[in-house]
């Protein structure tokens, strides 16, 4: 039987409120392209590897313009990744089962259907479909009920689980990632990390120090997580709304901002004497190449990856439609002109990251220019394209609804 470890926790405020369509079409077609480049240039694994770690699910989810540290993230993108890769899921190879309330009830039944077709063991999907969650909602009970349970399948068996659960007593959502390799039990210190912000004891059975209270009577584990872990991957994302100074990486965020607008890039000629391909969309192309190549250890500020295309609540700022069509449409040619064996494109795409590691390297933080970036993008708001939720509300006031 395939066996799993847990990845990592991350703790989220719980937000209100649906995503716009305007934004979720967005999501799916940007998070497919994400994808179908990933898996061209390091195999569907690689996607997978990534869905487990929730630094990088973040900064996915803040680069796909979702607000940048909230609940939502997760259903959002889970479903934007559903309704984008499914029907292209033979050609990918990668399958996503499960989602949010009742459509997590369904995920034994796709499983069955997917593992019958590409000749898996269905039975041992479900099954860790199943104890995933009974691990998360029973045998760790930290006070969050699970509400979500995504499950992302390779053609290969390999899958990553992401599931989420609500606490309504600090307005917190927890999301949990799990992976299929480097394990070795369900029940037995199957986890990466367990923990988050402290609210007392927790009843944890896979800890192996309870295996004598498995055996005999069930009771709390009497330490505080950090004390029972042995490698912490842990996400907690605070409760203020705006994008601050203390939640970016301001030389990493400094050096995209200088690439997008130097002269002497200009040599990128396949990409960047595409029409209408100026220093803004090169600004959120340089983060979205940053979430395809970039190493783990770059997504340790995801509210970096807003100032891609902003938040649909307007934090750090409005989501410029026109950049994000502009970026999507880069994107799908980068795809296209792979397909058919030219890779020009591609590789243009691809150093850009790398630019922006170089100049990050010799680059001196300027803190000062934060909030500069943040109201240009709001005084521009109209030449972008740029639109928030708040655009879709009448206001009984003129002006009650600025956020400056």
């Known amino acids: 039987m395939q066996k799993s470890i847990r990845s990592g926790v991350a703790d989220l ?20 392209c994400i994808v179908e480049v990933m898996i ?34 997760t259903t959002s993108v889970v479903g934007a990744l559903k ?10 190879g990668i399958h996503v089962c499960g989602g949010r309330g009742k459509h997590s009830r369904k995920t034994p039944g796709e499983l069955q259907q997917i593992g019958e077709r590409l000749g898996l063991d269905s039975r041992a999907l479900i099954r860790s479909s199943r104890l995933t969650a009974k691990v998360d909602n029973t045998a760790i009970q930290d006070g969050y009920q699970l509400y979500l349970h995504a499950f992302f399948l390779t053609c290969d068996g390999k899958w990553t689980v992401i599931q989420q659960g609500m606490n309504h007593q600090n307005a917190m959502a927890r999301r949990y990632h799990w992976h299929s390799d480097h394990f070795r039990s369900f029940v037995e210190d199957p986890h990466t990390a367990v ?28 330490e505080e997580p950090a004390q029972i872990i042995r490698e912490a991957s842990k996400l907690l994302m605070p409760k203020h709304h705006d994008v601050r100074v203390k939640d970016v990486n301001i030389r990493r965020l400094g050096s995209v901002l200088e690439l997008s607008h ?22 959120s192309l340089t983060l979205v190449s940053e979430v395809i190549h970039g190493t783990p250890s770059r997504f340790r500020d995801p509210a970096r990856f807003a100032f891609a295309h902003g938040g649909k609540d307007g934090h750090p700022f409005p989501v410029p439609l026109k950049v994000y069509d502009k970026t999507i449409e ?31 390297n010799n680059l001196v933080p300027d803190p000062s220019k934060f909030d500069k970036v943040i109201n240009t993008e709001w005084n521009r708001k109209h030449e972008y394209g740029g639109r928030t939720v708040m655009d879709d509300r009448q206001p009984t006031i003129p002006g009650q609804l600025s956020l400056f």
């Open 195 to 222: 923990c988050g912000t402290n609210h007392g004891k927790i009843l944890n059975l896979t800890d192996g120090a309870a295996t004598e209270t498995k055996q005999g009577i069930l009771s709390l584990a009497a």
């Open 330 to 360: 880069e994107l799908n040619i980068v795809i296209n002109r792979t397909k058919v064996g030219h890779n020009e494109k591609k590789d243009a795409f691809k150093r850009l990251h790398h630019l922006a590691n170089r100049i990050e």
């Open 83 to 92: 309704r984008s890769l499914n029907p292209i899921s033979r050609e990918l």
């Open 13 to 32: 405020p719980l937000h209100g409120g649906k995503v716009p369509l305007w934004l979720s079409e967005r999501m799916a077609r940007l998070g497919r």
């Open 262 to 283: 130097r002269k002497e890039i200009k040599g990128f000629d396949d990409l960047l004497l595409t029409p209408g391909l100026g220093p803004r969309t090169l600004q």
């Open 40 to 73: 061209e240039e390091y195999g569907r694994e690689e996607v997978i590897l990534r869905l487990s770690d929730p630094f990088w699910f973040q900064s996915l989810g803040c680069v796909l313009g979702m607000d940048w540290h909230s609940s939502g993230i």
